[in-house]
Structures are given as C-alpha cells and as structure tokens.
C-alpha cells in the first residue's frame, strides 16, 4: 500500500469499519444444548433477522430460534456498503420464464416497495441507521459505459421502470448533485437509501429478540436434515440438535460450510475502504449534499456512499473468490485491493486525493450458479432457504423474511406467486473448475474495463466472454 495515504489508527480486516463505528456488540450465549422449536433459522444476518420478526409479529405464540455461529450480524450484513437499492440479482429473462413477465414486474414493483418497507420498520421500531432516502446514480466513464447505461435503460423500461422510477440525468443536474470526474452520462432513481449496515443489523437482532426469538450465538450449524416420517427437521450443531417443524437455511456466503451444501452457492469476496471524515472545502468540490447512492457501469464495478459523518466508503471486488469455497473470516483486504479501490476513489473524486484511508475490510456473499436470488420453503421436508444475493441483499433480505413468512404460514399471497419463488439451480463445478472459472471471469472483466477505458465505444468482446463462461 505504498503511496496511500492512511490515518495512524488505520486498520486492515477486524470485521468491518461500521463495527468500528458503533463497538461490536456482546455477543449472546450459545445454545445450551439440544431443544425443540416451531421454527429453527440458521444464520443471524438480515435474512434470519427479517424472517423471524414477520413471523413473530405475524404469529406471537410461534416458538423460534436463530443460530448463529459469529454474532447476529457477523457476515454481509454487517458488512455491505450500505445500498438499501431495489436493484435485483440475476437475468429477468430466467425469473419470467418461470411465470410470464409480468411476474417479473411484479418482483421488481415489490423491490421497489421493499425499500420503503425497510425504512418503515425502522422508524417504527426506533431503530437508527442512518437512513436517508436519496436515491442512486449511475455514471458512465467512457463511450462504451455510456452505451451500455443507455442501452440497460432502455430494457428496463420493458420491465416495469417508468420514467419516475429510472431516467436519464441531465448534464447540469448530474453536476449539482455529485461531481464525479470524467461522467459523460448518468441515470438516476429514486428507489434507494444509504444506511449504515452495523446499525441496521444490531438494531433489528435487538428488535427481534424483545419479541421473544432466542438468538444463539457461538453455535456452530454443521448440517441440516429434512424430517424423517413423522419427525422433525433439524439443525446439527456442535452443542446439540435442535428440531423444528420448519428449518430455514440462511446463510448466504456461508453456505459452503454446511454438510452437503459445498457447492451449492459461492462464496464471492467483496472489498471496501473508508476515508477519514472529509472537511467542507472538499465537500464543496464534491456536493453530494443530497447522500446519493453512487455505481458506476464498469465491469469490476464498483459502489459507494457519502457516510452521515462525511466519509467516503467505496467498494469493489477484490480477489473474488478463494480455492474450496473458503472465507476469511477475519476480513482482511489484500494491499493491492486497497490500492485498486483508493485509484478509483481519487479518479472519481479527484479533490479527496489528499483523503486518509482509515479502514478496509472485505465481506462475502452468496452467488448462485445461474446469478439469480431464490427463496423456497418444501412442506414436505420441513427445509426452506432464502439467498444468492450476489451482493443485492439490503433489499431483498427483508423481502424474502416476508415471502419466507407467508410460505411458513402456508398463505397463498401476491409474495409467494412472485418467480424467485421456488427455483432450483444446479451447483457449481467441483475444483479446480470453480476457482479457475471465477478467476478467468474477473480477470476477462478487468481487461474488458482497461480496452473500454482506452479506446472502447462498445461493450469489449472480453466482457462478452467472461459473461458467457459465467453463465448470468
């Protein structure tokens, strides 16, 4: 990290800077040994949270438990970079040729919804997270983004974007709002909110534990079993068994660690660093007053917000996936992530180039093997799952506690029709094929980014290979 300015406190790992922040929470005790439930949900992330607060709110005298290796917010959810964005994973074409396109809309409609759900359980509950609802930008950097911006607004408007949910920015408004350097394009909605991820996910395991959940934390999932003949479903952990009508898997990136499951979702890395607080004079070259959401359209894309302390935290991916499925729980980011994400931070925001880093981390996420996000529940095994974000899950973690809360209930509803629910996906390819996949993938997209950069003006034949191999 030779060359990058950084603060004397700064850290590399150690969860994520929103922890830093707020002080990782005491962790809860571990289950005590074996017990029985109405419904077991393995993973304390937004998923598991989400799904037992509608479930409990729905149903007060349902018996629930949440197991949680680390603590309630321990993995992506603690770690995100905080897009509250009804963006939605995966191709729409796959989602309605499961139910018609019009199903399809529908999925996104309650994306859309789903936002301003997020905000309303928030306030309700007093639970702060430093929400604000200001939308997103997109910007482009080169003719090639530009062309693809254009050309992505144009296909969703076939599903269900109106020009109020998704529009073109004009030249002088893109400039009041954030100055990003180089922007030859922007599009903006008003369908997201920044958060601070630590907070939500703190503040909602609090909520969801005065209702009455037990949240176990330190327990260990080894395996998940369906129900026998008029038995139960359960949970194997390292202190006992615990069973349960309904086992919901919720792990998300961490799938890989169960018995059986090594293959089902990859674990995908993604990166972040965070500035030390900017002061008003560079704000005044920047704006950003309205805390937009802000991406771009690279390949190797990348996300970032302006924090309620007037930070900038900016994302991407970094070495994106490790041999075997594993994770670094740790969460240290490599050196040349760091200098990757700090290059494209002051090439965005050239008047922070005098910005200390003061935290990088990395978190993982679950990526299914055709990129699309899927929620199930089987009456008849008594297992139901929810994930396969591939790093949209702010969102679609709350709308999937509340389709996964309808299908426990056995409630036909305008959420259990939508097309994620249900899918079956093949797993991944054993190793080295899976690692030597991803590594092919991202390196095709950095090249694809470098010949946009240099002289593109249409998506490069690279980025076209790696999405071919990739399968999305």
Known sequence: MKGIPLTTDFANGGVSFWYRQIGVPNRRAALPGPRSYDVVIVGGGYTGLWTAYYLKKEQPDLRIAILEREFAGFGASGRNGGWLSAEFAGSRKRYAAAR???????????????????????????????????????VATNPAQRRRLREELSELRTWGYGEDDLRLMSRDEQRERVQVAGTLEATYSPHCARIQPAKLAVGLASVVASLGVDIFENTTVTEIRPRSVGGQASAVTTRGVVSAEYVIRATEGFTASLAGQH??????????????????????????????????????????????????????????????????????????????????????????????????????????????????????????????????????????????????????????????????????????????????????????????????????????????????
């Open 100 to 138: 018609g396109r019009e199903a399809m809309v529908s999925l996104q409609h309650a994306m859309f919804r789903s936002v301003d759900e997020v905000i309303r359980v928030t306030r309700e509950e007093g639970i702060e997270a430093d929400i604000h609802k200001g939308g997103l930008i997109h």
């Open 263 to 472: 293959r089902q979702w990859l674990p995908m890395n993604s990166s972040m660093i965070v500035t030390e607080p900017l002061p008003a004079e560079v704000w005044k070259h920047i704006g950003w007053s309205g805390n937009e959401l802000l991406g771009d359209e690279a390949h190797a894309y990348i996300y970032a917000q302006r924090t309620a302390d007037d930070r900038i935290a900016i994302g991407g991916r970094g070495v994106p996936y490790r041999y075997g499925s594993r994770t670094d729980d740790r969460g240290a980011t490599q050196a040349q992530t760091v200098a990757l994400l700090w290059r494209m931070l002051v090439k965005l925001f050239p008047a922070a180039a005098d910005a200390h880093v003061q935290h990088s981390w990395c978190g993982v996420l679950g990526v299914p093997r055709d990129w699309c996000s899927t929620v199930h529940l089987d009456h008849a095994t008594g297992l139901g799952w929810a994930g396969g974000y591939v790093g949209s899950g702010v969102t679609t973690t709350n709308l999937a506690g509340r389709t996964l809360r309808d299908l426990v209930l056995r409630r036909d509803t305008e959420l259990t029709a939508l097309p994620w629910v249900g899918r079956q996906v093949r797993q991944w390819e054993p190793e080295p094929l899976r690692w030597t996949g991803v590594q092919l993938i991202y390196a095709l997209f950095r090249t694809a980014d470098r010949h946009e950069n240099d002289r593109g003006t249409t998506t490069s034949a690279y980025a076209r290979l790696a999405n071919l191999i990739s399968g999305r």
